[in-house]
């Protein structure tokens, strides 16, 4: 169906959607339903080079105020060894 897994060489890469979040320092940007490969065996996840560009790009137009979001949720931050 498509090339071996370049991470572990398992056969198997499940085409699916995932989600995925596109951080920038302090600004994170989650996208939903994004088209990737995913290896049956190890989980590995590739995204091809223009999907990740079309995110960027999209990140950019937000961060500009050129588009709107479709939604803004708001994210907590801990650091593990305060819990
Ligand atoms: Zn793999």
Do not use: N, W
């Not at 990140?59 to 650091?79: D, H, L, M, N, Y």
Request: charged share 25%.
């Amino acid at each position: 169906m498509s090339d071996p897994c370049p991470f572990c060489g398992h056969q198997q890469m499940d085409s699916k959607q995932v989600e995925y979040i596109h951080r920038s320092g302090e600004q994170l940007m989650v996208v939903t339903e994004v088209p990737c490969l995913e290896c049956e065996f190890c989980g590995e996840r590739y995204f091809e080079a223009k999907v990740l560009k079309r995110i960027e790009a999209d990140f950019e137009a937000i961060q500009s105020g050129a588009r709107k979001p479709v939604k803004t949720i708001q994210a907590p931050v801990e650091a593990y060894s305060s819990l």
